[in-house]
């Protein structure tokens, strides 16, 4: 942090830092969670889900871009090794050993929820206390938001299926 930084800050520096820290252990967790579930996908819609899934695996891996140099900014140490971030991450890793789409889509929406809840609380923490942080916080929750949206959107198309399905049965 510059010197003005510093008399600006009206924030718990320090508290921010492990925040931030946390949240870019789940965005590692989240965008590898993305990235092999899009590999190992099978079921209705794969195709498509595929290609998204992959969309937002990048946009987890910018998140933690943004989160990473904010941190050095802030004058703290990005997480150095990713054995930190199982120690670091307040969302779970679901590894998709069944990776039927339903089940992929579920453990990404978790993630999803997850990270909504870290920028919302990082976005309050900060608000009107350190606008830059904020914003990114701000930022960052509008795509969570998009992310949660469109695997909700999955998910109920799926369910949609299923009924007509089984009124064919009848
Ligand atoms: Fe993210
Ligand atoms: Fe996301
Ligand atoms: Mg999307």
Redesign the pocket.
């Known amino acids: 942090m510059g010197k003005e930084a510093k008399k600006i800050a009206s924030v718990d520096v320090e508290k921010l830092i492990e925040m931030l820290n946390a949240a870019l252990a789940e965005e590692w967790l989240?965008y590898y969670q993305y990235w092999i579930g899009a590999r190992v996908i099978e079921g209705p819609m794969r195709t498509e889900v595929e290609a998204e899934l992959l969309v937002?695996a990048t946009?987890?891996l910018n998140h933690a871009v943004m989160v990473a140099d904010r941190i050095i900014q802030l004058g703290g140490t990005p997480l150095l090794h990713p054995q930190e971030w199982f120690k670091k991450s307040g969302c779970a890793y679901d590894a998709p050993t069944d990776p039927y789409i339903e089940i992929i889509l579920n453990q990404n929406l978790q993630?999803?929820r997850c990270?909504i809840r870290r920028y919302n609380e990082i976005a309050a923490f900060t608000s009107g206390k350190d606008h830059i942080t904020h914003q990114m916080a701000t930022q960052i929750l509008a795509?969570?938001l998009e992310?949660e949206h469109d695997i909700e959107d999955w998910i109920n198309d799926i369910d949609r299926m299923k009924e007509e399905l089984k009124k064919l049965r009848v």
């Open positions: 989240a937002h946009e987890e993630g999803e990270a795509d969570e992310h």
